[in-house]
């Protein structure tokens, strides 16, 4: 079992110790996207939702979140981020979310940016489910990566 690094020799959760590693610049995007019917999105797009500005409510909330992922997610490690960035784009019946999170340290930023971007997505449903409760998250999930011991990755599916 030691070679899984974040179970210790008998079996236990850890947290991965990274006091050793090299310090990198290090930068993650991930995505998602919520469907609905159009008039909920033309709602949106038109600031009438009841709850007010649906996509500045969920940008802030993605960055919140980000800047939260420790206490979230049992094994991440606190990170001083130094740049968390949530994005919409307009789709026939979807907004589609994009955040990217950077830092320079020891560990990666996957898992903020994933946090950033379901939070956001989470953001548009409560701030738009007076309009519509059927609206669908799909597709969450890491796009990029930069920096650190394993390099650059890129998702092979484009959406």
Sequence with gaps: MSDLTHLGESGEARMVDVGAKAETVRKAVAGGRITMKPETLAAIRAGDAP???VLGTARIAGIMAAKKTADLIPLCHPLGLESVEVQFDFEDCA????????LTGKTGVEMEAMVAASTALLTIYDMAKALEKGMVIEGVRLLEKTGGKSGHWRAEIAD
Excluded: N
Aim: glycine residues 10%; without cysteine; hydrophobic residues 45%.
């Design 51 to 53: 709850k007010g500005d």
């Design 95 to 102: 907004i589609r979310v994009t955040a990217t999170a950077a």
